[in-house]
């Protein structure tokens, strides 16, 4: 059969192979050198292109092993970096309570079932705390020594050496949490521990950092936990990407797309933050500082997750001054084309000068808090031919009560009925178009309601 499928032209096996699973494309792979070499094309090579490593001594190994001069790890384009969060209190609870919990949710309906733990239970739970404790010890280890940045270092010159281009399309920095055993990764979630998730998330994007900057891999696109839930990086972690940026200058200046979340330290009970309010202006030198270190920005997208556990309305005071110091400041943003600001909040008059100041065409605000002034003047300069902008996005703006944009579908029912909803978005000849919107009362008790209140708890905090 192999010397059958030999004689036909390589677009024919192809063909053929697109429809095949990996698993299948691998024993394809395995029947004859010849077969090996037509069978690995664009289809074959299309599942390394993409790649996920956790920053763990074994995976890291594996990972310049991979990424030699012969394999087709090389390929990689698009590589997600995982910061690993150990949460040893489920397993611990269940070794001393012999007791397993399990729960199920239906919508705000929680219910917990309870099951005794057999011998054999407990002596898995034990075993699984123990693998636990050593994969924590471990990370402990690595952050002192510094191991994940030279062994991430490693794999990216490897990358750098034997790729066409010697260069990622987009690195992705997230987290991820071992609760139950030393192998089942999990999301971050509602009450997990949120301090290993922010010295995970910090050590993720420290390690990277320094990589690149050994390695003097360059990347065109960096996400800096913007596409994780429940996990940002602290501003104190740009603090210490500052002090060796020199390293990183040459190298940064090729990102042409920035997606990062901010947020303070989940457990940081200094004085100075004790308050939203009094977040310090070496917080803004920091961010101001961080964006200069990208000067070819065509995309720009910052995230503010909330840590601390405030109300609205304290959070939404808490930073009307950034994009007025970032305006005033004048960074250098000349080449941005898109513009996305989420979590955020500033005066209107601030958020005006800051959109006047940048040559975007395209805006996009979402979880925004205009302070003790109208969402108006916003809208009435982002629909000018002035502004000149070919698309505006908003979603779930705040004056301080929720926004209505006339003739939208609501989100979710609302008590008295609504003429609009909570989004719109335009696009072309459509953004000169006026802005209408008004307030309507409170979301009714729903379905609807109580996932929006959810997904917008996961996406802007607290944890």
């Not at 066409?164 to 139950?180: E, P």
């Not at 000018?384 to 004056?399: K, P, Q, R, Y």
């Amino acid at each position: 059969m192999s010397a059958a499928i030999e004689i036909y032209p390589p677009e024919v096996v192809e063909n053929i192979v697109q429809n095949l699973p990996l698993e299948d494309i691998a024993n394809v792979r395995l029947c004859s050198r010849s077969m090996a070499a037509l069978s690995t094309q664009e289809t074959f090579k299309s599942f390394f292109l993409a790649k996920k490593v956790n920053l763990t001594r074994g995976c890291l190994e594996r990972f310049i092993h991979i990424t030699t001069a012969s394999s087709l790890a090389c390929l990689v384009e698009k590589l997600t970096i995982a910061g690993v969060a150990v949460d040893v209190e489920l397993q611990k609870s269940m070794v001393k309570d012999k007791v397993r919990w399990d729960t199920t949710n239906n919508g705000p309906i929680f219910s917990s079932i309870q099951t005794k733990l057999t011998e054999d239970g407990v002596a898995e739970a034990e075993n699984n705390l123990a693998a636990l404790r050593a994969l924590k010890s471990e990370q402990g280890t690595m952050r002192r020594d510094n191991t994940a940045a030279e062994l991430l270092a490693r794999a990216f010159q490897n990358i750098r050496g034997h790729r066409k281009h010697g260069r990622l399309l987009s690195l992705t920095l997230t987290v991820v949490v071992f609760r139950k055993d030393a192998e089942q990764e999990q999301q971050p979630k509602e009450k997990s521990d949120e301090v290993a998730i922010w010295q995970a998330a910090a050590d993720c994007f420290q390690s990277t950092m320094q990589a690149i900057g050994k390695s003097h891999l360059p990347v065109d696109e960096l996400d800096v936990f913007n596409s994780t839930l429940r996990c940002s990086m602290a501003l104190d972690s740009v603090d210490d990407l500052l002090k060796s940026r020199q390293s990183l200058n040459e190298i940064l200046e090729a990102v042409k797309v920035l997606r990062i979340s901010l947020s303070e330290r989940p457990d940081d009970k200094s004085e100075d933050v004790d308050h939203p309010r009094n977040m310090r202006t070496k917080d803004y030198d920091a961010i101001l500082r961080l964006l200069e270190l990208f000067p070819n920005l065509q995309t720009l997208e910052m995230h503010w997750y909330n840590a601390r556990s405030y109300r609205l309305a304290e959070l939404a005071s808490g930073r009307p001054d950034l994009l007025e110091y970032c305006t005033k400041q004048e960074v250098n943003l000349k080449s941005l084309n898109t513009l996305v600001l989420r979590g955020a909040a500033a005066t209107g008059q601030s958020l005006l000068r800051f959109l006047q100041s940048v040559p975007a065409k395209s805006v996009s605000l979402a979880e925004f808090h205009i302070i003790d002034e109208r969402f108006t003047s916003i809208l009435e300069y982002c629909t000018s031919d002035e502004a000149g902008l070919e698309h505006v996005s908003f979603d779930d703006m705040w004056e301080p009560s929720l926004v209505y944009f006339d003739g939208m579908k609501s989100k979710f029912p609302v008590l008295g009925g609504s003429r609009g909803g909570q989004t719109l978005e335009r696009r072309g000849p459509e953004v000169r178009k006026p802005i209408q919107y008004h307030f309507a009362q409170r979301p009714l008790g729903s379905p609807a309601a109580y996932r929006w209140h959810t997904i917008k708890q996961a996406e802007y905090g607290p944890p």
